[in-house]
């Protein structure tokens, strides 16, 4: 059974910064690219930043220069830093990982957190 589970998140005030992680356990091969996602209320779920196995990056254009996507292969953990953050920021954040394994190759995600950024 392949999970993704988060940590972080919280409340923030305008400016701050926070910091996620998101560690993938269970019986897998490997885990290609990986990345973080937010919906904010009534919006559509969004890609914010995805890295892939060997560090590539991309961020959406609202982030760039104030999130900072990595990951630890050795610990199967994704990371998000976020600095600057701004009430627009607020979101339900997950993390989705491409992951290899007996079964298959599968889309798995995170069960998600909560990101409050204060004005």
């Known amino acids: 059974q392949v999970q993704l589970v988060e940590s972080g998140g919280g409340l923030v005030q305008a400016g701050g910064s926070l910091g996620l992680s998101c560690a993938a356990s269970g019986n897998f091969f490997s885990i290609n690219t990986m990345g973080w996602y937010r919906q904010a209320p009534g919006k559509q779920r969004e890609l914010v930043a995805a890295?892939?196995?060997?560090?590539?990056?991309n961020y959406v254009d609202s982030v760039k220069g104030r999130f900072t996507i990595s990951r630890d292969n050795a610990k199967n953990t994704l990371y998000l830093q976020m600095n600057t953050l701004k009430p627009e920021d607020t979101a339900v954040y997950y993390c989705?990982?491409?992951?290899?394994?007996?079964?298959?190759?599968?889309?798995?995600w995170g069960q998600g957190t909560q990101v409050t950024v204060s004005s």
């Open positions: 890295i892939t196995s060997l560090g590539s990056t």
């Open positions: 989705n990982a491409e992951i290899k394994s007996w079964a298959g190759k599968y889309d798995y």
